[in-house]
């Protein structure tokens, strides 16, 4: 397999009854204990066979997620999350609202279907912090109804980076849950070998800013994504789309294993967890590859334009 990722394969099974409360306690409603659970326990574990170097501005990453981690969603648990679209969203929505860039993360328990000795932790981000996996329940389900709180969290996140920015003394923002994206910043390939050591401090700060703007760009990359959806007619017809069509044919080009495949028919269903296929432009690709479009803030602000223009053409629920 010609993959990034060695995935150590796991059985995961998913209760769809809350968790038995502690005496005293409030059971969480279904969609609480299911988000939590797929969170917590999203079925495969693997180490990362390569890091990526990213320039700086770290680039838009089209309309995927470029942070991917070494747990992953398991494909019987993205058909899960489809079947239970319905009582998932709302709950994912109450927990975009609830974002907090202040809080560590939990160490959670181990899955309690890998047996035996796990290649990494076998368990994924806490499930109260806003994380790569998150997300990509948000883009897996189609939550066109979540755009208003990505929106709101992309601000958020935008204007803390824009402030430390302004102002180095401001603390960074706490991102747990984006812990192992796979990326590193291309400048520290730079750095001499003779480079003063840095204290952890240090360290911990520059990952958690790194790591706040790969997770900014990979929010800007889901609002598109849920418009591309929706098949919302000016972003299917910018330059973004363009762009993301001509580098998608060149990643085409250089992999000619994928060559085989027309339709995502074509592709079996056993390469299906690392081969994805874009309909508009009818092209496979392998889902680690990313199209990267340079960030800018003009192309952040016509990502937002085109959010809320798309959100009052659709009053109440999208």
Same mark, same amino acid.
């Given at each position: 397999m010609? /993959?990034?990722?060695?995935? &150590? +394969?796991? &059985?995961?099974?998913? *209760?769809? &009854? +809350?968790?038995?409360?502690?005496?005293?306690?409030? /059971?969480?409603? $279904? #969609? $609480?204990?299911?988000?939590?659970?797929?969170?917590?326990?999203?079925? @495969?574990?693997?180490?990362?066979?390569?890091?990526? +170097?990213?320039? @700086?501005?770290?680039?838009?990453?089209?309309?995927?997620?470029?942070?991917? #981690?070494?747990? /992953?969603? @398991?494909?019987k648990n993205l058909a899960l999350m489809k079947e239970k679209r319905a009582v998932l969203v709302p709950v994912v929505r109450k927990r975009l609202q609830g974002v907090d860039f202040t809080r560590h993360e939990k160490v959670q328990p181990n899955d309690p279907s890998v047996v035996g000795e796990a290649e990494s932790r076998p368990w994924g981000p806490d499930p109260t912090l806003f994380s790569t996996l998150l997300l990509q329940v948000v883009r897996e389900t189609k939550a066109l109804e979540a755009l208003p709180e990505l929106i709101e969290v992309e601000a958020r996140l935008h204007d803390l980076l824009a402030e430390i920015a302004k102002n180095p003394a401001t603390p960074p923002p706490v991102m747990d849950g984006f812990m192992g994206c796979g990326l590193y910043p291309a400048r520290q390939a730079q750095e001499p070998e003779n480079a003063p050591e840095k204290d952890e401090a240090t360290v911990e700060r520059e990952r958690n800013l790194f790591l706040a703007e790969a997770a900014h760009r990979d929010l800007l990359?889901?609002?598109?994504? &849920?418009?591309?959806?929706?098949?919302?007619?000016?972003?299917?017809? *910018?330059?973004?789309?363009?762009?993301?069509?001509? #580098?998608?044919? =060149?990643?085409?080009?250089?992999?000619?294993?994928?060559?085989? %495949?027309? @339709? !995502?028919?074509?592709?079996? =269903?056993?390469?299906? $967890?690392?081969?994805?296929?874009?309909?508009?432009?009818?092209?496979?690709? %392998? !889902?680690? =590859?990313h199209v990267a479009i340079p960030y800018s803030e003009a192309l952040r602000n016509q990502m937002r334009i085109w959010v809320g223009d798309y959100l009052k053409t659709k009053p109440g629920k999208p």
């Open positions: 010609n /993959s990034r990722l060695l995935l &150590l +394969p796991t &059985l995961f099974l998913v *209760s769809l &009854l +809350p968790f038995a409360a502690r005496a005293g306690s409030v /059971s969480p409603t $279904e #969609g $609480e204990a299911l988000l939590n659970d797929l969170l917590r326990w999203p079925g @495969s574990y693997g180490q990362l066979c390569d890091a990526f +170097p990213v320039p @700086s501005p770290i680039p838009l990453p089209a309309f995927r997620i470029q942070t991917e #981690g070494e747990a /992953s969603f @398991s494909q990359a889901v609002m598109g994504a &849920l418009l591309r959806f929706a098949g919302y007619e000016p972003i299917l017809n *910018s330059k973004l789309e363009a762009d993301y069509g001509k #580098g998608l044919r =060149e990643l085409y080009e250089k992999n000619e294993d994928l060559h085989a %495949y027309k @339709s !995502k028919q074509d592709i079996p =269903e056993a390469e299906r $967890e690392w081969i994805g296929f874009d309909q508009l432009h009818r092209l496979p690709h %392998y !889902k680690w =590859e």
